[in-house]
């Protein structure tokens, strides 16, 4: 399906877009207020556009700074202190609270066209993601890691129709400490 | 670190594969932060969100990136603005799709009606206050003085400049605030929507005393 029923009855993206923007002619601009002032839908939708523009995220940029003064003040400490024994637990501290949460596998999954896709649900504080896909003799096809919760497939892995594979991800949520999902099977639709 | 401008360029203009992978996995990182802060505001349920996110993936990717091709020919708006509309609408399609259309909660005639009374109250504030009708009652002089200044009303916002009624639907239809009107309609602050709605109010209120509507009495 389109992203509309809309055209003729809605607005275009691009009319709602630039509206917001304060781009279009004397023209249209008369043109889709007059409009918006009739359509519900419409005026539902510019009321979201502009809520979700005013709420979005900051870009994930802002956090690698974070993170490598994190990482910089905790390389500072370490060496500030180079007497301790470090094997030794510290008896000020209570036990370190292992309650991350593991990745969840959203797609592929179950039997699917080819996936060009790979998305999995977000880990609190994991900066890093590694994508490993099996296929079914337990071989290596892929492995990457990136930032975000999804991945396209490259054009030079190809899944054969009727196919099985697996595959999992591990999110990075410390130095050196991994928290893996579900070792998930999914098999190429071999119509 | 590219613009959005550029990478969306460096996709739609990648000749090979590889080029055309690596490109939509710049894009992909660049706009996914926006695109499920959109998934999830659509519905709160996570796998949901989550599946609506996955679709919007597809769905952008879908008939060689036809839908971002669509943006650049038009090209009026930022393209983050543009990216959230369309991603709305995707969502939206995704949600109808899975769980069916959403039902209208009530009649949208009566609300209308109740918004038109607001308005007219609001209107004839000025006119007479302290004489006027509560439109409840079952006076037949009140439903009579209801029922013209209904249809004045009505006849005098269809003359009203399409800018002007805008702000008069979401001012009084939508219960907006004069800050958030602001930001949807580009007045520079909410002082500018209080001063222009003041000024519409002013006509209309002219044109219905023209009309004959100058009392709360018929």
Redo the contacts between chains.
């Keep these: ?1 389109d ?2 029923e ?1 055209s003729g009855m809605h607005l ?3 009319d ?3 509206y ?5 002619s004397p023209s249209d ?3 889709v ?2 409009h ?2 009739e359509c ?1 839908a419409c ?1 539902d ?17 802002w956090y690698v700074p974070i993170g490598v003064a994190a990482a910089a003040a905790a390389a500072v400490l370490l060496f500030v202190y180079p007497g301790r024994d470090r094997t030794a637990a510290p008896t000020y501290r209570e036990p370190v609270v292992t309650t991350t949460v593991a990745p969840v596998i ?2 592929p999954r179950g039997t699917v066209e080819v996936p ?2 790979f ?1 999995w ?1 977000a880990v609190p504080r994991a900066d890093l993601y590694r994508l490993t896909l099996f296929d079914d003799t337990g071989h290596a096809l892929w492995d990457t890691q ?7 497939l ?3 892995i190809r899944l054969r129709q009727g196919g099985s594979y697996f595959w999992k991800i591990e999110a990075q949520t410390g130095w050196n400490r991994w928290v893996s999902s579900e070792l998930i099977r999914f098999s190429v639709d071999s119509r | ?1 590219h613009s959005p401008a550029s990478e969306l360029s460096a996709l739609l203009d990648a000749r090979d ?2 080029a ?2 690596a490109a ?2 710049s894009f ?3 706009h ?3 695109l ?3 998934a999830r ?1 659509m519905d709160r349920d ?2 949901a969100a ?2 609506a ?2 679709y919007l ?3 952008l ?1 879908h008939d060689d990136y036809r ?1 971002l091709r ?2 650049v020919s ?1 090209g ?3 393209f ?3 990216l ?3 991603a ?3 969502c939206l ?1 995704h949600l109808r ?1 899975r769980y069916g259309r959403e039902q209208n909660s009530g009649p ?1 005639g009566s609300e209308t009606r109740e918004v038109r009374h607001r308005l007219a109250d609001f209107l004839t504030e000025e006119i007479d206050s302290a004489d006027l009708p509560d439109a409840g009652t079952g006076d037949p002089h009140t439903q009579l003085r209801a029922a013209e200044l209904s249809r004045s009303l009505a006849v005098e916002l269809r003359r009203v ?3 002007d ?2 702000l ?3 001012r009084f239809e ?1 219960d ?1 605030s004069a800050r ?1 009107i602001a ?4 007045f520079p602050t909410p002082f500018h929507v209080y001063r222009r709605l003041a000024g519409v109010l002013g006509q209309l209120r002219a044109a219905l005393t023209r009309r004959g509507v100058q009392d709360s009495e018929p």
């Design positions: 399906m992203a509309r809309h275009e993206p691009g709602v877009a630039a917001f923007d304060g781009a279009l601009r008369s043109r207020e007059l918006l002032a519900d005026r939708e510019l009321r979201d556009v502009a809520r979700l523009l005013r709420t979005r995220p900051n870009r994930r940029t959203v797609a060009r896709t998305v649900t990136v930032a975000d919760t999804s991945v396209s490259p054009a030079s | 670190m594969g590889p055309r992978d939509w996995r992909v990182e660049t996914s932060r926006l499920l802060h959109t505001s996570y796998d989550m599946d996110y996955a993936l597809e769905q990717q839908r669509a943006y038009d009026r708006s930022k983050t603005t543009w959230v509309v369309v709305r609408r995707l399609d799709h949208r400049e399409p800018r009624r805008l008069l639907t979401l939508d907006l958030e930001r949807l309609m580009g």
